[in-house]
């Protein structure tokens, strides 16, 4: 494949070197590849580093993909009772190119609360919607098409419709989406408005340079000011090659929730708070796989068409995913004959799941070579509203014709109908045996105006070190509920726009 111009990969990389930029961002996702075309298109020189490759080509193969843009293969966890399975993209473009698309606003009482309750600067709803807007507008958020909507997601909204539940049509980044469902493995058709076909070329268009396969292992400092980066070129193999390094005016990690912590740790940044890693949220998810007797081929259609919100206030939230058959046979609870079965009615099922808003904090620490750990404990308070949930999303499915349903929990039965489901569910089981997913992660480096209890200022400027911004979802105060992606990238827009406005302060 040729890089487009401005793009550089390990193959250019062969001899240690320094760079020189206004800004150097580790990070090229919804945060980083953002921040880098807002300034760019200013005159800005930004160099971006990612830790992944630069890819364009996608396909339905699941597990090529999850090997080549996921970071250790999708297969990293939290420790804790139960332990979350939880996945980071490792691209350029980062896990934005391998979302599902949805694209929900901040929600208000969540921007109130940020604004009354955490002091932040300016991010109340109506200064947020310009931001809002500039972001909607570039990537094109849009409801689906209804020719790309697919049986399983028709029969959620029937369910929801059928019980009088609240149930929206999503908004999501595309531009006229086909339904191909392979949202989770790359857009192959370019609708999905990912930052690898806006953000990224824009940044490119208007002179930003960015250094695929590098991964960062520390952020250079004199005294308490960051002065740029050091990282090391990785081989195809996965051993490390040149070293590169990066001086700037303005340093800003966009690693995402569990990364960012651990590079600004293994730095030797240390936050007043003592708040740096904590906080974790973590959008717990678990799904039910329920079968019917017609045919619903799953995998046609788009990913996530609906939102079921009756529930928005007790804190979860309803959609259908289709999941590949090779990752379903990895996850369902059975073996042998059992699951020959469950796969033989793989075109019948319907795979739903529910998104919390968690109550419980985690955090993450970094290990004594600088790897980080994320531990997590989910706390009484959100194992219920998880068990209450999957009983109204049992209701639900069975409700439109669900045969049986697979519960996420080991060694439970089956139930075939509400009453059985709701039998099942209060029998109680312990959380070990819940299986639970995000790809939710935020909190880690909270935005506060009071340096005593956050580790960022309104802006994700660090509080105790000059020339140093975070810019990603670690900067969230709290959990907010819905998909976080588009509150990333508006955020990046917002805090674009404030280095701009202060470029004496951040960029001389």
Not at 136 to 151: C, F, K, L, M, T
Not at 291 to 319: M, N, P, S, T
Request: charge should be neutral; proline fraction near 5%; hydrophobic fraction near 40%.
């Amino acid at each position: 494949m040729t890089l487009p111009r401005g793009v550089y990969d390990r193959d250019d990389l062969t001899k240690d070197q320094t760079l020189f930029a206004d800004v150097v961002i580790v990070g090229s996702g919804a945060g980083g590849g953002t921040l880098a075309a807002e300034l760019a298109e200013e005159g800005v020189d930004v160099i971006v580093l990612e830790e992944g490759s630069y890819n364009t080509e996608f396909d339905s193969h699941a597990s090529k993909a999850i090997r080549r843009m996921y970071r250790d293969a999708g297969a990293t966890m939290s420790l804790g009772n139960p332990p979350i399975l939880y996945q980071e993209g490792m691209t350029v473009g980062g896990s934005a190119v391998i979302n599902g698309g949805m694209k929900w606003r901040t929600p208000d009482n969540i921007l109130h609360r940020w604004d009354v309750e955490d002091g932040l600067d300016r991010i109340g709803p109506k200064e947020m919607d310009f931001f809002f807007s500039r972001v909607e507008n570039r990537i094109n958020v849009a409801y689906q098409d209804p020719e790309s909507i697919g049986r399983d997601n028709q029969l959620l909204k029937e369910g929801a419709d059928k019980n009088g539940w609240d149930v929206i049509p999503n908004r999501r980044n595309q531009l006229h989406c086909s339904g191909t469902n392979n949202c989770a493995w790359g857009c192959p058709t370019g609708a999905k408005r990912s930052p690898i076909v806006t953000y990224i070329p824009r940044a490119l268009h208007f002179g930003a340079r960015i250094y695929s396969n590098v991964r960062v292992g520390k952020i250079l400092r004199k005294g308490k000011r960051a002065v740029g980066v050091e990282g090391r070129v990785v081989k195809a193999n996965g051993k490390t090659g040149a070293r590169i390094t990066v001086a700037a005016k303005l340093v800003v990690s966009s690693c995402g929730s569990i990364q960012t912590p651990a590079l600004l740790s293994r730095s030797g940044f240390k936050s007043p708070s003592g708040q740096l890693g904590r906080n974790l949220s973590m959008h717990p998810n678990v799904k039910v796989m329920a079968i019917f007797d017609e045919d619903v081929r799953g995998w046609e259609g788009v990913h996530q068409a609906y939102q079921v919100r009756e529930f928005k206030q007790e804190g979860f939230v309803f959609a259908a995913v289709n999941i590949p058959p090779s990752i379903v046979a990895m996850t369902a609870p059975h073996y042998g004959r059992g699951l020959a079965d469950v796969m033989a009615d793989y075109n019948k099922t319907v795979i739903a799941g529910l998104l919390l808003e968690d109550t419980s904090l985690g955090r993450v620490v970094t290990l004594p070579g600088g790897a980080p750990v994320a531990l997590y404990q989910l706390n009484q308070i959100d194992f219920e509203k998880l068990r209450r949930g999957l009983e109204m999303l049992c209701e639900l499915l069975f409700s439109v014709g669900a045969k049986r349903v697979l519960l996420p929990v080991d060694g439970m039965d089956e139930p075939t109908n509400a009453d059985e489901a709701r039998a099942i569910l209060a029998r109680g089981f312990p959380r070990s045996a819940l299986e639970v997913v995000t790809v939710h992660l935020m909190g880690t480096a909270r935005m506060g105006i009071d340096r005593r209890w956050a580790v960022t200022d309104s802006y994700g400027m660090f509080h105790d070190a000059a020339g140093l911004m975070v810019c990603d979802a670690s900067l969230f105060p709290s959990p907010i509920g819905v998909n976080p992606c588009l509150t990333i990238q508006t955020l990046a827009t917002r805090n674009a726009a404030h280095i701009l406005d202060n470029r004496k302060r951040y960029l001389q």
